[in-house]
């Protein structure tokens, strides 16, 4: 996939609007302890699988960073390390979607979209282990709860596998984003 339209104020609009949706869906969330079940994610693996992972990247760290802000949590000693993990999601889809699109292989679309919530996931317990220790709180929760948040990052990435192409779809017929040409 990629995007037709490259000129600098449509990209901008694009990154904007999904911007917007990460921190909308951030707001939308369900906490539990040692959890977060959200489907803040989705614009994100969006943009990464159309624009690639640079443009992911973008609303990765933007996304999360005011998401942070908005939050409970606020700017802590610790908020880049929260950022990172959305960043591996678009590093994985955007570059993994460059090899082969949406469309081309279901079944390397299915195993991107885990992978990239396997990484989440993995790197969430590291940073909630590291920010156990430096902001000094029992991090003993991440070992324990790591099994459900699997399970949680499993059902929005099925999610994500789902919705994507049926949001992909429509932009294609609009001809705002193709198909990559064989190379």
């Not at 999360?64 to 390390?81: D, M, N, R, V």
């Not at 993994?96 to 396997?118: A, C, H, Q």
Request: aromatic letters at 10%; charged letters at 15%.
């Amino acid at each position: 996939m990629r995007l037709v339209n490259k000129r600098p104020v449509f990209r901008i609009t694009f990154l904007a609007l999904n911007l917007a949706l990460y921190i909308g869906l951030s707001f939308i969330s369900i906490r539990l302890p040692g959890q977060e079940i959200t489907f803040k994610g989705l614009p994100l693996v969006f943009v990464s699988c159309v624009s690639g992972p640079l443009d992911g990247v973008f609303v990765a760290i933007f996304g999360e960073f005011i998401a942070q802000l908005t939050s409970a949590y606020g700017l802590t000693p610790t908020t880049a390390l929260w950022i990172l993990p959305h960043v591996f999601r678009a590093l994985i889809v955007g570059f993994m979607m460059r090899k082969k699109d949406v469309y081309e292989n279901k079944k390397w679309w299915v195993f991107t979209v885990i992978l990239s919530g396997i990484a989440v996931t993995v790197s969430n317990s590291i940073v909630i282990y590291v920010d156990g220790v430096i902001m000094n709180y029992p991090s003993v929760l991440t070992a324990i709860t790591m099994l459900t948040r699997a399970a949680a990052s499993i059902a929005t990435s099925i999610v994500y596998i789902i919705l994507i192409p049926l949001l992909i779809k429509p932009i294609m017929k609009a001809g705002k984003i193709e198909r990559k040409s064989s190379d």
